[in-house]
């Protein structure tokens, strides 16, 4: 069995309630029938029937509950949490009633109230349309002071430096030019994604242009000392995780390279959690890897919600979609 036929198997069990924000959507309409059928998780459909049928005439919606927020009853109960979560902010009645009506605030209304289990949006949003009702509402984990996000890659075939067949990607969809303590934050919570959804015992690689030193940006971009400093922390905070760093990917990765360039870790050359120093080389890298590699990017999946809330890419597929929805239901458990 797959990793990701485990994860659904994992998810079926589980009988969780998701909501996906976007009936606008073709390949929202058409996972969300399929999740159904596959039983992978109850799907609450944000959308009405005629729309759907337009986009997706031939998907059968049999067992998805479609939920309008112009039409539904809950849209009143909604906007007073929203109001109540964002008063202090100046929002008044009015406006949050208004907004209630938006369909991704719609959902993460209903993952406040504890209507659903878990929220996925991003088909064709954008992640700040996506995340910002997240962050207003659901907000944040007792203790957890950075959302970001990972990818779980799934290699096509196992390789000679990714013999698990899976690896983690992070930050690449949220947190644009992280501190150092930002990258200890994703690194810590990146490693606990990768045992919980992965499976993966983590191995954690904090990422640069640099190994060990032998790169200097100081006098410029300073990118270098944010990732030592970012590993020194990271390591305080998880004293017992095997992290190391500031690495280049190579030598995170391949054996013959990490005992060369970091002679004596135990990360080096044998790295599963990847954190990348900021969104930019984290997008583009897990880019490569999905259309060169031919790897299959499950996320972007958020880290540090008080309940689970996750983003799409905008390129996903329908694939991409029921993957994301199970990796919701297992972060719901």
Do not use: W
């Amino acid at each position: 069995m797959s990793l990701l036929d485990e994860i659904k198997s994992k998810a079926a069990a589980l009988k969780k309630t998701i909501v996906l924000c976007e009936g606008e959507d073709k390949r929202v309409v058409e996972a969300a029938a399929q999740i159904t059928k596959e039983g992978i998780a109850k799907i609450v459909l944000i959308g009405n029937e005629a729309e759907c049928k337009k986009v997706a005439p031939h998907v059968d919606l049999k067992g998805v509950t479609l939920i309008d927020p112009l039409t539904s009853d809950k849209t009143e109960k909604y906007a007073s949490l929203l109001y109540e979560a964002r008063k202090a902010k100046g929002m008044t009645e009015e406006q949050a009633k208004e907004q209630a009506k938006d369909r991704t605030m719609f959902g993460a209304l209903m993952l406040k109230a504890g209507d659903v289990d878990g929220y996925v949006s991003g088909a064709c949003h954008s992640t700040a349309n996506t995340l910002r009702p997240g962050l207003q509402v659901v907000k944040t984990a007792p203790g957890i002071n950075t959302v970001s996000s990972c990818f779980i890659m799934i290699a096509p075939e196992k390789h000679e430096y990714n013999p698990d067949g899976v690896a983690v990607f992070a930050d690449c969809a949220i947190n644009i030019e992280p501190t150092a303590e930002q990258l200890a934050d994703i690194a810590v919570t990146s490693a606990k994604t990768a045992k919980a959804i992965a499976g993966i015992e983590p191995r954690v690689a904090m990422l640069s242009f640099s190994t060990k030193g032998s790169g200097n940006d100081d006098k410029f971009t300073q990118t270098v000392p944010k990732v030592q400093k970012a590993t020194e922390l990271a390591k305080l905070a998880a004293p017992d995780l095997a992290l190391d760093g500031e690495f280049q990917f190579d030598a995170a990765v391949a054996p013959e390279v990490g005992q060369l360039k970091a002679p004596g870790s135990k990360v080096a050359g044998h790295a599963n959690v990847f954190v990348f120093p900021n969104i930019n080389a984290g997008n583009i890298g897990y880019k490569i890897a999905q259309r060169f590699g031919g790897y299959m990017a499950i996320g972007p999946v958020c880290q540090g919600f008080a309940k689970p809330l996750n983003d799409l890419s905008r390129g996903c597929n329908v694939e991409d979609i029921v993957a994301t929805v199970a990796v919701t239901a297992l972060q719901a458990e």
